[in-house]
């Protein structure tokens, strides 16, 4: 897969009120273990399947999506978090510092698969329990700004 591959992903909430594809070019899943990232998820990382140049369409419920913009955050960038208002999941997020970037909560997505992350991030607050789960990838980083894994 190359940089420059675009993508097509579907996402839903856990209610289905909001229903949306993305599109864009493929930067590959990250694991988040920053505090923010385990609190927003309720859960012991973020998998965060993120995209450059994405265009969010909406199915239907784009009334249900309320954003949080996160200013207390481990990075100390803003970040804007988007979640469902009725059955609060959470669905994908942006950064105010990087332009044309999302990242899209990869559980949220309806594909099966499940993109295997190519970097762990804040790995300084992952539990000791949690194994190894990088896949390979001989490439950079996807965005200069990511802390080395
Ligand atoms: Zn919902
Ligand atoms: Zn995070």
């Keep these: 897969m190359t940089e420059d591959t675009r993508i097509t992903r579907s996402v839903r909430c856990n209610c289905g009120k909001v229903s ?9 899943a990250v ?16 998998h965060n399947h993120r995209f450059s140049e994405a265009s969010i369409a909406f199915d239907r419920g784009e009334e ?3 954003q949080y913009a996160d200013g207390n955050t481990d990075s ?3 970040m804007l978090r ?6 609060g999941s959470p669905l994908f997020l942006k950064s ?5 970037f999302i990242a899209v909560h990869e559980g949220s997505t309806t594909d099966k698969t499940k993109s295997q992350p190519v970097l762990e991030l804040f790995a300084h ?9 990088k896949g390979e990838y001989g490439g ?3 965005f200069p700004w990511d802390p080395q894994p």
């Design 64 to 66: 249900f999506v309320k």
């Design 76 to 78: 100390k960038r803003l």
């Design 20 to 28: 949306f594809t993305v599109t864009g070019i493929d930067k590959l």
């Design 31 to 46: 694991h988040c273990y920053c505090t923010n990232c385990q609190r927003t998820t309720g859960s012991a990382f973020a």
């Design 82 to 87: 988007h979640f469902c208002i009725n059955c």
């Design 140 to 142: 950079p980083p996807p």
């Design 125 to 133: 607050e992952k539990y000791p329990w949690i194994g190894d789960v």
């Design 96 to 100: 105010t510092a990087v332009a044309d």
